[in-house]
């Protein structure tokens, strides 16, 4: 008991000569002063850099920075499980390149890791900045939806960050190549004109140091990465390094663009003192960067507005746990960083206290720490032992709140497996600087002496990383708050397939009509192309809120259309482009493919003899054309199209030829003269009188070019023509589709940009022949909302064939679809189910569509509802609900981690009941990898009432639009019901009223607690 006041004695002693025997200088405590700049190897290797990426210390050291963006899939923390993909294999690989390098001394990394909610509202305001930006480009007013963005997102979004810091002595170089470079040095110096202030980068620059630094960076980026199955990690330069050290030291005062001046950033300021010639250069680094002077006060930190307390730990972890089981025990309000570093020798540290206890270890207090050291010596034959300090700090803006912040964050340290920690420092402010990114070489106070693979182990490895970080456009967020950025149709996928599963009632439409305005939001100069087939309304109410946000002149942008299977709602099937005569390659394609699709024999879901069949019909549409286009082109005849014959009357064309001439005259031949006198309506309405007809392909297949050759073909199994079978299907689908047999009388308006095609009307039933219906109305909409996206690369084929005197109309528009990312929905296709032929159709498109700027999402209710060739296809899941039995395809096809699909069948389905959000299991094949992840999705009420698509709330909607307005109608029902649903209310009142429509009763109601707010 003596022994023991004696010591604690001399502890507060030393203390208290520590506390007021520190620098007053606040920027000696910081040890960085110059950088080496980038040579030609460098510019090759890293092409992106644009300043050095290696920082020296005062005492030699070089330093650089990796940012480390998090894990691409969540990594199984089970130490038991080792395989591939695990938490332990990647410790493993890390543990094996590290071996080498760690059993001598000259390198040490460190680990710093920050998580801040109150920047979390800066996350989303920063990326939403861009979508401002559009918004205020295209005029669409859509402000209030990215104010509701932040609000809601806010309290669910926390900032975090880490960093991996390395640095390299000059220990590693051999005493020859200390003593030249000294001597090299030496000399440099006699010639150089003193700046005591400013950067020297020749001082430091040693080419032999430098090698073995990158060697080490090299070693732990491939380690880190673990064969694209590891951790997204970046090398920072200096600019980046030095702004985030300033940005922890002065959190709400460094500006965004600030960074330090480096030797070829600097420009001469102030005035020069005697022979001082440091005005003319960069300022050393500390200089730059500790700029503020903070307070102790007791072990607390004053710095500006904020004040900051310091835990460290004393003694590490007796029961290993994983750094994510840390981050679940602070409390997600506290603002934290840690800083965890790692130095080898750590036998080489004991070797005093182990020689001392090999001759006092008869003792028997002694004889446990003699155990312990022992067991050490033992493990670093194999593993390593190293130093390792550990140093966790909290801010506040009062002392009261940095103090309850501190308490909590040692509660949770200390519950972190077990540790001991301390509060108490003799110099704060050096605890302070040793919790901060690369400020300084000296690590925490209290050395612990770990097996390399213990301490990797603790590191922050299996943190959720985006490749997206700082360029997406939409916010989602982890189960623990991080935030995670999407960019949608980004280059960092090879192509843009997207599959939405999810019974009903998930959100899935939602989903998608979100990801769909986000694009809207973050267009160019003009709304992006969006061509949307649904079945059900779900799209309408994502249409209604862009007309609402476009000015009356462009309403005509976004438009919603419901399919009807009736004359007046005629598009031709065999409509080309406006002022051609045949057909480009892909509008060939789709011709082709919908008559094969009249064909389908409706028990196997292919039509009869496919490879014959497919022949037939792509002579008989050449024969078409060549007929109509050329032999014989289809005569004028006035009284068919009243436009038409309006605008030659009008224009003066009808008095420029006699009768004979017009009993003559081709429906191509009055395109063109209007066209030429710039009636364009008019010339489109006469373009499509020109065209063939779908009544007219039966008389074509006796052609003898048809005829002569597939005459003989018949049916398989059968003795029929194959020819009279093919006559009988497209004279049946004439009768079925009087929608698609005529001249065109449904056209859109040029300026549309948004269509969404809804086919509710005109979709077959669940029998074999109405979901072979439903199917060629899918193919059928699909040309009408967005059949021109892939005219850009024809743009050769078009040139060649197409009039000149067209070619400004339709290359105006070809321009405009080549400039932007294009976008087909196709939801609801559980509907067409079962018809291979239709997802054949589909399958083709999307492969084509890559390579031309086509962001394609396809929906359904199951993911046993798409086709394999269309699962092996994708690239990107948007998974709600799956199957405990599709969990082998996707670990297989996909590579999501076993561990994530178990856990995710495991959560409640649907919006969480604390308004976080919906869990989506977000997959994304992109080129560093595969990203995996059980994220957030989360949408204010303004967003969700305009996005809803279930029957309850989509009925509520419309009769309040009925009687104030979409706009106002949104407003109000986001008043009264934040969560983005009346549906338990509505069901409430069926329930227990006597009413015969309570939807109506609600609505009303809802209007009289308006007022005169209406």
Known sequence: MNINRIIFAIEDCISTLSRYSVSAFFPDYCDLHTVIGLDQQDRERRPWLKAPYIATTKQGYYLSVFEISGALKEMDENPDQTAPGTLESLIAALAERMNTAWKNSGHKISFVFERDPERGRDEIEAMLLPQRKSIARTGILLQDVLDEKVTTLTPWLVRERCWLTVWSSEELLSRTDRKDHQTRVRKLAEHAPPARFAQDPWRWTLSALKIRHDALLDTLEQALTHDSDGLLIRLMDIHEVGREIRRQLERNSTPAVWQPHLPEDARPAGWRQGGDTSVFHAPSLNLQLFTTQPE?????????????????????????????????????????????????????????????????????????????????????????????????????????????????????????????????????????????????????????????????????????????????????????????????????????????????????????????????????????????????????????????????????????????????????????????????????????????????????????????????????????????????????????????????EESGIAE???????????WFEIRDMLHIAGNIPAAQRAHYQAMPLLAEMSALLGQPSIRDVFGTVQRDNSEERLLDYIRRALDQGHSDY?????????????????????????????????????????????QIAGGDFVLPQYQEEIRKNLDPRYHEVIFRRIEQLDQEVKTKVYDELHNAKGLNFIWEALDTQELEQRKFGIRTVLSTQLLQHYPPAVLKSANTLWLLRYRPDEIPFLRDNFGVPEVTLRRFLKMPEGAAPDGSGVPVLAVFRVKNGTLARILKFTLGPLELWALNSSPKDSALRRALTQEVGSLRARQILAEHFPRGSATSLIEHRARTHDSENVIHELAAELIRKQGYNL
């Not at 420029?656 to 081709?666: E, K």
């Not at 047999?741 to 086919?759: H, K, W």
């Open 738 to 782: 009087p929608m698609m047999s005529g001249c065109t009388r449904f056209m859109l308006s040029p300026d549309t940009r948004v269509v969404a095609v809804d086919l509710n009307n005109v979709a077959g039933d669940k029998t074999p022949a109405g979901r072979l219906r439903t199917g060629i109305m899918y193919l059928l909409a699909g």
């Open 296 to 648: 102790t006060h007791g072990s607390l930190i004053q710095a500006g507005e904020l004040w900051h307390g310091m835990v460290a730990i004393t003694l590490p972890p007796q029961n290993l746990r994983t750094f994510n089981q840390l981050v679940r025990d602070v409390p997600r309000a506290i603002p934290w960083r840690i800083r965890m570093d790692l130095m080898p020798d750590g036998m080489k540290a004991l070797g005093v206290k182990k020689t001392l206890l090999t001759y006092s270890s008869f003792i028997p207090p002694l004889r446990p720490m003699y155990d312990s050291v022992m067991m050490l010596n033992d493990i670093n034959k194999h593993d390593p032992v190293c130093i390792m300090t550990i140093v966790a700090t909290t801010w506040g803006n009062s002392r009261e709140v940095c103090t309850r912040n501190q308490a909590l964050l040692k509660s949770a340290l200390e519950g972190w497996g077990v540790c001991g920690t301390t509060t108490t420092f003799g110099d704060p402010r050096r605890a302070w600087v040793n919790t901060v990114l690369a400020a300084s070489h000296s690590s925490g106070p209290i050395p612990l002496y770990p097996p390399l693979s213990h301490a990797l182990s603790l590191f922050p490895l299996n943190r959720a990383g985006s490749v997206w970080r700082g360029q997406g456009n939409l916010m989602m967020h982890t189960e623990d708050g991080s935030a995670w950025e999407v960019a949608l149709a980004s280059s960092q996928q090879n192509k843009h397939t997207e599959l939405t599963p999810g019974a009903p009632g998930l959100g899935k439409s939602v989903l998608i009509n979100a990801l769909s305005e986000i694009q809207i939001a973050s267009a160019q100069k003009n709304l992006p192309f969006i061509a949307y087939i649904d079945k059900g309304f779900s799209a309408q109410g994502l249409v209604q809120l862009i007309r609402d946000s476009l000015p009356e002149q462009r309403k005509d942008e976004a438009v919603g259309i419901i399919l009807s299977n009736d004359p007046d709602h005629t598009r031709n099937l065999f409509d080309v482009m406006y002022g051609a005569r045949k057909p480009v390659t892909p509008e060939k394609n789709f011709m082709v493919s919908v008559l094969c699709a009249l064909c389908v024999d409706t028990g196997t879901g292919q039509p009869c003899n496919p490879g014959d069949t497919r022949q037939i019909i792509s002579s008989l549409v050449d024969l078409a054309f060549r007929e109509y286009g050329e032999n014989n082109p289809r005569l004028y005849r006035a009284g068919t199209e009243p436009l038409v014959d309006l605008a030659l």
């Open 656 to 666: 420029q030829h006699d009768a004979g001439w017009w009993n003559a005259a081709t």
